[in-house]
């Protein structure tokens, strides 16, 4: 099973779950942990092969991961947990694994929050994406994923995201990575799919104005996404908003899950 800690509320039923990207962990949601415990039951995840998931049993077993594979393994956590209902929020490729959640377990689902979401892949990420297949092999997977950091977080603002992530990379095994790098094979058939249905659950995309690699592509989503789906953007941020802005992130996702009990 996926490493997890929970925070529980003395009073609230009410659950968030947290799913970090690729690259990352648990730790990256630091700065929301403070202000979401004072409302909510907490469950924070590591990913397997990241964090304190890297002894997933399961994964040493599997050549290849999907993203079906991936989200199954959160379930596999909130059944433990008996959570039958939660509120997902993710960052950046954590926003794809819970999409296959919600595409597979819709009834598990609150409402989906998507930091730095990824639902289209620009000529840039895809044309990095080509390169790095090509030379996975033969570059360090930390060199490779240093390219893709400063190309999707190039500002200065942007440094403690940047770095952050990079040294959470810093902790995974080169065949862990490569694992998740393969993923990039599956992902834009995937994604199109995304796009093309809306499904029954509260969503709420926040983005940062600085993300150039992907806000775009949420700007566009949310004018025939109309059902259930807002758009926040949080100006002077990038790509990781919950760490470029976090009080900003708190205040309006924390209002958002209020709100919706009106």
Known sequence: MLAHTTYLHPTSTEWVTFVHGAG???????????????????????LRGHGRSKTNIKSLFEK???????????????DFLKIKKTHFIGMSLGTIVIR????????????MIMGGAIMKMNYQSRFLMTVGNMFKHMIPYLVLYKIFAFAI???SAHKESRNLFINEAKKLYQKEFLKWFKLTADINPLLKWFREVELNIPTLYVMGSEDHMFL????????????????????DCGHVV???????FNEKVINYIKNLKK
Not at 100 to 111: G, I, K, P, T, V
């Open 242 to 248: 919950n760490v470029d802005q976090p009080q900003v």
């Open 153 to 155: 977080m190039p500002r």
């Open 100 to 111: 296959q959640l919600a595409e597979d377990y819709s009834e598990r689902f609150n409402s």
């Open 64 to 78: 290849r991961y999907t993203f079906q594979s991936v989200a199954n393994d959160v379930i596999d956590v909130l």
């Open 24 to 46: 990352g962990s648990s730790t990256i949601w630091f700065k929301q942990i403070r202000d979401f415990r004072k409302d909510f039951n907490v469950l924070l995840l590591d």
């Open 216 to 235: 775009p592509s949420i700007e566009k989503l949310i004018k025939s996404h109309t059902k259930t789906s807002e758009l926040i953007v949080i100006e």
